[in-house]
């Protein structure tokens, strides 16, 4: 291992804060359980903590707050929970693999793709089941992040942390555009408005039996590529240096980010801003090292989701706010204050 190389490594280790770390996933894992509980309890009608425990655990058919505990709240409450760990993971494993600190499934144009093509679902495939309008939000997505890179290379100079959130933006304005001019030909705006707006409410069982497998394994993915993507953060040459089979390690990546971010548009339609936000915080918290990095997004996008989905019912009940708008609120100030940051660099 040449010098330039183990400095490197040994920096990496130097800010990493296990410790830290430990404690956030615990603690995360413990306040993600009392939210999920709060999200069940609260809605149009406020439901008990000790009734959410009773349907849980002895579930009573003949009982109507159980049966909307069962059947509407809680597998809005996993939906959250699941798409807010899958847009965090999907958000750290591009900036590591970019070294971009504006990446993100939604800024760089790939959950415009997954809306494309939902559009062009509804528009010629109606009656497609759940499970193919995933696959189908996959295959946009992939499109949408080959047109990005492949644009953002062509300059001179090649793919860089700027020209990439370029072409991202220009690519996510044209799908934006492409799938409204769907929607109105063909007058499916308001099949598409959910997409739009981003949310959880209405989401059954069977979705989260056909989502939560690959969300699942996406999670496991990142977290077994979460070394290579630490050091590929250092850069192309530190990793090549250190063994790394950068070519593998990035195909790996951008697979497990299109599995995440499709299958999580898929469920809930294109919600910006959880994947740039989490893993800042978690890089701020835990240090560089992706194997804390990856695990810590997934606990905190998770309890972000939850967190907003509560909120939106509290802003003005018995009305809600898209969970999308609550997550802007949020996530435009921050890009902005990066935007900021980065503008010396």
């Given at each position: 291992?040449s010098?330039p ?9 130097l ?26 309890s ?6 008990s ?107 001179k ?20 555009a ?77 697979i ?20 740039l ?15 804390w ?19 939106g ?33």
């Open positions: 291992m010098s190389n183990a400095k490197a490594l040994a920096g990496t280790k800010r990493t804060r296990p410790l830290v770390a430990t404690i956030i996933l615990f603690g995360g894992i413990a306040a993600l359980i009392l939210s999920l509980a709060l999200s069940i609260v809605g149009a009608a406020d439901i903590l000790s009734t959410v425990w009773d349907a849980v655990f002895h579930f009573n058919a003949n009982e109507i707050q159980h049966q909307i505990i069962k059947e509407l709240r809680m597998p809005r409450a996993l939906a959250a929970a699941l798409v807010g760990a899958a847009f965090a993971v999907a958000g750290s494993v591009m900036q590591g693999m970019t070294r971009n600190p504006l990446a993100d499934s939604s800024l760089l144009g790939i959950n415009a793709g997954a809306g494309f093509m939902l559009a062009v679902c509804f528009a010629f495939f109606p009656s497609v089941s759940y499970l193919g309008l995933m696959f189908i939000c996959f295959a946009g997505a992939a499109v949408s992040m080959g047109l990005v890179y492949g644009i953002g290379s062509l300059a100079g090649g793919l860089t942390p700027v020209r990439l959130t370029l072409a991202g933006a220009a690519v996510g304005a044209l799908l934006l492409i799938t409204e001019g769907i929607a109105l030909y063909f007058k499916i705006g308001q099949d598409l408005a959910f997409w739009y707006a981003g949310g959880v409410a209405g989401t059954k069982w069977v979705q989260i039996q056909i989502v939560s497998p690959w969300v699942i394994g996406g999670l496991l993915g990142a977290i077994a590529l979460s070394r290579s993507i630490t050091l590929l953060s250092l850069g192309d040459d530190v990793a090549a240096g250190l063994g790394q089979r950068t070519g593998w390690v990035k195909a790996g990546g951008v497990i980010v299109l599995l995440l971010a499709g299958t999580a548009v898929s469920a809930v339609g294109s919600i910006g801003f959880v994947g936000i989490i893993p800042h915080i978690s890089r701020f918290l835990v240090g560089v090292d992706y194997r990095i990856i695990p810590c997004s997934a606990v905190l996008g998770s309890l972000l989701m939850v967190l907003a989905d509560i909120g019912r509290m802003v003005n009940p018995p009305q809600e706010v898209a969970i999308g708008i609550i997550i802007a609120v949020i996530g435009v100030p921050f890009f902005l204050y990066l935007v900021t940051k980065m503008k010396g660099e």
